[in-house]
């Protein structure tokens, strides 16, 4: 007799797309450190708290997988599918975590999303820009899922799922460094990047006021101080 957890791995998982945007090149704290890739991490900077990771809504990213799309110069790319996820409740924020950790693929070996020529790995996901009102796919892309919760239609999300597992079986380079998975390079390096998770960690279950926490959450939907740089 099937258990409930057999029965549950036959079910396609939920699949949800995260957005990270281009890195800010005239910003010199941006360093962009989340996802932590190497610790199987996304969202405990604060990023994406009023949207993806909303405390309130959290618990209905338990057992789904997150797709990672970053995005760069006129495209768009897949760099990381996770396993299905769990959860953790923080004191002021959230967190997704999966197992095993494992690096992205580099920006340049990873499946294109999209491009402005209307090039694609996953040509499905062009059914998800009807009636979006922007000039390029890109933009159009951007629009829609910049703070989208809603899981891929599942034709798109199996689809997606079989161009990633593809590229892995193919062996295609992961990144030795999260810089790697980003499309430039970046103002700032995270170069002691478990200590940073760690800061990251203790700043959300930190015994700050929640009107503290939400003024510092409200520099474009990121906390961007000297110490922490908390960037989508």
């Not at 997150?66 to 760099?79: P, T």
């Amino acid at each position: 007799m099937e258990t409930s957890n057999q029965i549950s791995d036959m079910i396609d998982p939920t699949v949800i797309v995260v957005y990270l945007r281009q890195p800010c090149t005239t910003d010199p704290y941006e360093s962009r450190a989340d996802p932590y890739w190497e610790f199987g991490s996304f969202g405990c900077t604060g990023c994406h708290s009023h949207n993806l990771m909303s405390l309130k809504k959290l618990e209905e990213l338990r057992g789904c997988r997150l797709a990672f799309v970053q995005g760069g110069r006129g495209e768009i790319r897949l760099v990381y599918l996770t396993p299905r996820v769990d959860i953790r409740y923080h004191l002021h924020r959230g967190e997704v975590v999966w197992q095993p950790p494992e690096m992205p693929f580099t920006f340049t070996s990873a499946p294109i999303l999209m491009n402005n020529e209307c090039q694609s790995d996953v040509p499905s996901v062009f059914d998800l820009l009807d009636n979006v009102n922007r000039s390029t796919p890109c933009a159009k892309f951007a629009s829609k899922f910049r703070s989208r919760r809603t899981p891929l239609p599942t034709y798109v999300a199996r689809e997606l799922t079989k161009v990633y597992e593809q590229f892995s079986n193919l062996k295609e380079p992961r990144a030795k460094s999260y810089v790697e998975a980003m499309p430039y390079e970046l103002p700032k390096i995270d170069r002691e990047r478990r200590k940073s998770y760690e800061e990251n960690l203790a700043f959300s279950n930190a015994t700050h006021s929640r009107r503290r926490i939400s003024s510092l959450n409200m520099t474009k939907g990121c906390t961007k101080t000297r110490r922490f740089t908390k960037s989508c």
